[in-house]
């Protein structure tokens, strides 16, 4: 006999890109100049990627297909003000004008102010490390958020801070590519600061509109002995970054796996435990793990929304059941009275994956690298059937 795990009335349902992902020509930020370093690492350069910033309307149309209450997607830093103090109208036009697309289809616009790329000329100033970086921030976000206010239904203000500091500052794989332990300390405090203050600035300039971080978060398991390993890990991944939130309107947890800690660091994958093309552990349990933990962190006083969670693989028949799986975790939560909000799939595109270039697939929908070409995949009628029902059907 079937069984259905329903989801509560208005939870929130939705898929994500990124602008510098999906847009193609993104070549005045940070992140184009690092594809094209050598010896950074990078496999290929973004491109064209999706081609997005012109089939715009095509991602509108699967959207729609797909039934989702809300599609989070960036803009773009370098292309609304490409040069310090610069700024482009019609960049900005250009996002009020999906955001309107979207509301006409019933699709909620969940705007991200960055998501990981930063315009060159703030690199060149200092980027991240550099403490009036986080000013500099507030004002793009207070002059984006005023000119997207009337088609913004929720803000993000910076996607992984976590991410960019360690990746950029610590392990070199990110631009600007150092590997110093106090730049990724200076790095972490100057995006808190940025955060606190991009939040007053996008309430001040969109009022009423909720406003949260999203924070990368790992299943992290001591094991043999890493309990102090683990937490140190922690604080600087995480905790510094939820504690940070406090007073906002959600929390973003976004999760994909889980990180095994040992007395002297990281471990290696477990043995029987099946392997990604990106080289971490298939741990869909992971999802259920770091919502239990951001709710702990924050002591319950920030309402949870899950802004991205997915899996890259050619197994589309994985996909799902990943999906599934990580969404039992988070009816696991709700049954036990955390406060999830909605659930966003990364992602709603196969699109350009940063170093790891077009080879991991995170995509609803599979796009053709030569004629753009959008094709849901299984996957994608199987999220819409959950979408629509607001359930896990078996």
């Not at 999802?287 to 002591?299: D, K, M, N, S």
Request: charged fraction near 25%.
């Amino acid at each position: 006999m079937a069984s259905t795990r329903a989801f509560p009335d208005g939870f929130l349902w939705g898929t994500a890109t990124a602008a510098h992902q999906i847009e193609g020509g993104c070549w005045n930020n940070d992140w184009w100049r690092w594809e094209h370093t050598p010896g950074s690492g990078c496999v290929e350069p973004s491109g064209d990627a999706c081609d997005s910033w012109n089939r715009w309307r095509d991602d509108v149309e699967v959207l729609a297909e797909l039934g989702v209450g809300t599609y989070r997607f960036s803009i773009e830093w370098s292309r609304i003000e490409p040069e310090d103090g610069e700024h482009s109208r019609a960049a900005l036009d250009h996002y009020l004008r999906l955001g309107e697309a979207l509301l006409e289809r019933g699709i909620e616009p969940t705007i991200t102010f960055h998501h990981f790329t930063t315009p060159r000329w703030l690199a060149d100033q200092g980027g991240w490390v550099e403490p009036r970086t986080a000013d500099r921030f507030a004002a793009f976000c207070e002059r984006a958020a005023a000119h997207l206010a009337p088609v913004m239904r929720r803000a993000c203000t910076i996607n992984e801070p976590n991410i960019v500091a360690t990746m950029g500052y610590l392990l070199g794989v990110f631009p600007p590519g150092e590997r110093d332990r106090d730049l990724r300390r200076r790095a972490n405090e100057v995006f808190v600061d940025a955060h606190r203050k991009a939040v007053d600035a996008i309430r001040a300039a969109a009022p009423g509109v909720p406003v949260g971080l999203t924070l990368s978060m790992d299943d992290y398991q001591a094991v043999d002995g890493g309990e102090a390993k683990r937490d140190q890990i922690r604080r600087s991944m995480e905790d510094v970054f939820l504690e940070a939130t406090e007073g906002d309107d959600f929390v973003g947890v976004q999760t994909y796996s889980r990180s095994r800690i040992g007395p002297e660091g990281r471990l290696d994958n477990e043995e029987g435990v099946p392997v990604l093309p990106m080289g971490y552990e298939y741990w869909p349990q992971a999802l259920g793990a770091t919502i239990r933990r951001a709710w702990e962190v924050t002591g319950g006083s920030v309402p949870i929304l899950v802004t991205e969670n997915g899996i890259g693989t050619d197994d589309d028949a994985q996909r799902v059941a990943y999906l599934r799986s990580a969404l039992e975790g988070v009816l696991d939560c709700l049954a036990d009275g955390i406060d999830v909000r909605g659930y966003v799939c990364w992602s709603l595109l196969d699109n350009f994956e940063w170093a790891f270039g077009y080879g991991p697939r995170f995509g609803l929908v599979e796009v053709d690298r030569t004629t753009f070409a959008r094709t849901p995949k299984p996957s994608a009628r199987w999220f819409s059937q959950v979408v629509r029902a607001n359930a896990l059907v078996d």
